[in-house]
């Protein structure tokens, strides 16, 4: 089985690349986040003359995730139990479309795979802050959870999860550090390897080391073409799941040409 996880920064305004990568790539199971759109205008036809069977929670034209797959979808869970709302300014919280999962595949190759679009901290000292800290250790409670009631779980973590956890993970860490911005402060990093303390392996950063390697490149400032960008999409595996990896990479080719998103496909592949 092939998995692939992607932020589409808009699936209706990437629906031909997505369509093309996925004839190209002979994906099964795609993640994706910032759909940027509701149920009800979601293309959902792109997937259906494809054969994959879709699941997507959307409510407005921000976040957005979905899940598609060609090898069974069953049991989606829209959020996870005690996902944390937000409310800005001291408003009533709202639920965000941030988190969807499903059992792909089927037998004993089965595997409980989440999308995962982890909230951005805007600033260190914004009241996102707390709130993406909050969501991500409650999602880390839930699956370590779920891990522990069951340690031979195939289940996958995937997403754009917001945080460079080594310093590697950005063109320049002491640019980051003197601007004092977001994605590598240490309650971030810290968030993030909770889920690797609890049992979790990032399955592709093995076998493609970095530095240099990242997965997002912001539009502004020729960032792409100089290179300067920061891994921020990863596929976190269960034990059970990441001893049947074969191999993983991250496809940069899509972040080229007219029209890409500004974030590269990372693609897994799954053995017995």
């Known amino acids: 089985m092939k998995i692939a996880t992607w932020n589409v920064n808009s699936l209706r305004a990437r629906a031909d690349r997505v369509e093309s990568w996925l004839e190209r790539t002979d994906v099964d199971v795609l993640a994706i986040q910032e759909t940027k759109c509701k149920d009800e205008n979601f293309p959902w036809e792109l997937f259906e003359r494809m054969d994959y069977e879709v699941a997507h929670f959307g409510f407005s034209q921000w976040n957005g995730v979905a899940i598609a797959s060609r090898v069974g979808l069953t049991d989606v869970e829209r959020t996870f139990a005690g996902q944390p709302a937000f409310g800005k300014g001291g408003l009533d919280p709202v639920q965000e479309a941030r988190a969807i999962a499903a059992t792909v595949g089927t037998g004993a190759d089965a595997v409980?795979?989440?999308?995962?679009?982890?909230?951005?901290?805007?600033?260190?000292?914004?009241?996102?802050?707390?709130?993406?800290?909050?969501?991500?250790?409650v999602l880390k409670e839930q699956a370590a959870a779920?891990?522990?009631a069951d340690p031979n779980l195939r289940l996958a973590l995937t997403g754009d999860w917001n945080i460079a956890p080594q310093d590697e993970d950005v063109w320049d860490i002491q640019f980051f550090r003197d601007q004092g911005l977001t994605h590598v402060s240490a309650p971030e990093r810290a968030a993030f390897h909770a889920f690797e303390k609890a049992g979790f392996q990032d399955v592709v950063r093995p076998r493609h080391p970095g530095p240099g390697v990242y997965t997002y490149w912001d539009y502004t400032q020729l960032r792409f073409p100089k290179k300067e960008g920061m891994r921020i999409d990863f596929v976190l595996a269960s034990p059970a799941l990441a001893g049947s990896v074969t191999d993983a990479w991250i496809d940069r080719e899509e972040r080229k040409g007219k029209g890409a998103s500004d974030h590269a496909p990372v693609v897994v592949d799954l053995g017995p």
Do not use: C, F, I, T
């Not at 795979?113 to 802050?129: F, I, K, Q, T």
């Open 112 to 137: 409980r795979l989440w999308s995962l679009y982890v909230p951005n901290g805007r600033a260190l000292d914004d009241e996102h802050m707390p709130y993406k800290l909050q969501w991500l250790h």
């Open 146 to 148: 779920d891990l522990a």
